[in-house]
């Protein structure tokens, strides 16, 4: 059996996947089971965004399979000390969860604020704002969070205490906040929603709202942030700061990790024993991350993030000004969202197989919106090379 037939018959048939097995990678090339080549413009959905088999991650890897790779969080280890001191230095944040998902990651930010009040006597002040169009993961308490019916069918009854706003809407979010408000949760730039990013008035409204009535802000960089958007993390381009993050998926460049990231203050809603997780933290994953951040974080690195995704936008409103199909262009740097018209039934699945055949790598969301989100190593000419054959498909 083919690893194809193989999955569909053994694995849960959870994921609609594309009829491509990948066998080997390497920067921003796939390469299929035929020796077919693909230009990844998805980076595993924001994941590898150092490109694939980068040789710093795979011999910071190598180094650390060698020498540590689990012994638990009951003793310590270098690398997850590195690794938080690191991500510290570079936000906002003075302490560090370390978890191995996206969701779990939010999982923890969510039990962080409500334990944060409970501890201080605040009981009835439990409930979390959420986003419509938000997503924040699969488990019980993040799917709930989550702004979008699809994700909740079949899983009733849900967690109390979330409500949920339209986003970039401050008076909508005014009217629902009171005093049993714990937390504002919200995706800086909404990835799973359809590539859509906080209006800066609004991001800085929220904040001043948290300020004023001594609710927690926490926001979901799992997509948006690790230099996705231009800057190390996404709220950096709106001056605002939370009070808890969230990030994974590229975090590790392929390798599972996820982290919540707070200030002391938030921070002293757990004590020992409040939460843990076996894997979290783990050496070889926090080797990797570290090497990930460290890249990253170079303001070189950056300022390339912002001029390829700057060359890219504007080459997707150029399709947009010649072709009408083409709704609307959106997002920031190299997370991008091309909203199409869908007409006699080719919608955004369509345009992901046929750039499938021609070799590219996308995807898309809610049927009507083209997802890109390459490597941050993508080269320009691929770029070109990706828009011409839009262009004709459009
Ligand atoms: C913004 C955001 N939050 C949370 C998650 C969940 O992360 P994971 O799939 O690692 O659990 C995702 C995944 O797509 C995401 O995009």
Redesign the pocket.
Known sequence: MDSIKKTNHFVFQTYLRQGIAFVRVKGTSLWDEDGKEYTDFLAG?AVCSLGHCHPKITEAIHRQAETLVHVSNLFYTMPQADLASKLCEKSFADRVFFAN???EA?EAAIKLARRYFQKKGEKNRFRIITMEQS????TMATLTATGQDKIKEGFYPLLDGFSYVPFNNIDALKNEVDETVCAILL?PVQ??GGIIPADPDYLKAVRDLCNEKGILLIF?E??CGMGRCGTLFAHELYNVTPDIMTL??ALGNGLPI?AMLATQDAATGFDYGSHATTFGGTPLATAAALEVVKIISEETFLEQVRQKGQYFKDKLTKLKEKHSSVVDVRGKGLLLGLEIKVEKDKGAGFFVGELMKKGFIINGIQDKILRFAPPLIIEENDIDRLISTLDSLL
């Open positions: 959905i998902s996206g969701a939010n997503f924040h993961g699969r995706e990835g799973e979901d799992i997509q994974a998926k996820g």
